[in-house]
């Protein structure tokens, strides 16, 4: 089991133009974050939009499941899809 946590953000653009985000915990997903463009009025919290809660959630069980660990922090653009 490695001491060292990774923590990753991908960030990348979607077709729209807009930007959207992938959490990462040692390559597993946990939170996905993106534009609502195709349904504004979806937009509430808790439903399609992270409120605080969740990040609240996230940092608590981090927190507790790695304690003592050292965390690297890593932030990268998403890979191009080759065409």
């Given at each position: 089991m490695s001491e060292i946590v990774t923590v990753k953000v991908v960030i990348g653009v979607g077709w729209e133009g807009y930007r959207r985000e992938t959490l990462?915990?040692?390559?597993?997903?946990?939170?996905?974050a993106g534009p609502l463009t195709e349904c504004p009025e979806d937009a509430i919290l808790?439903?399609?939009?992270?409120?605080?809660?969740d990040f609240?959630?996230?940092?608590?069980e981090f927190l507790i499941k790695h304690k003592g660990k050292k965390v690297r922090f890593i932030y990268e653009g998403e890979k191009e899809d080759a065409e």
């Open positions: 990462f915990i040692d390559d597993e997903e946990v939170m996905y808790e439903r399609d939009l992270v409120g605080p809660s609240a959630s996230l940092l608590e």
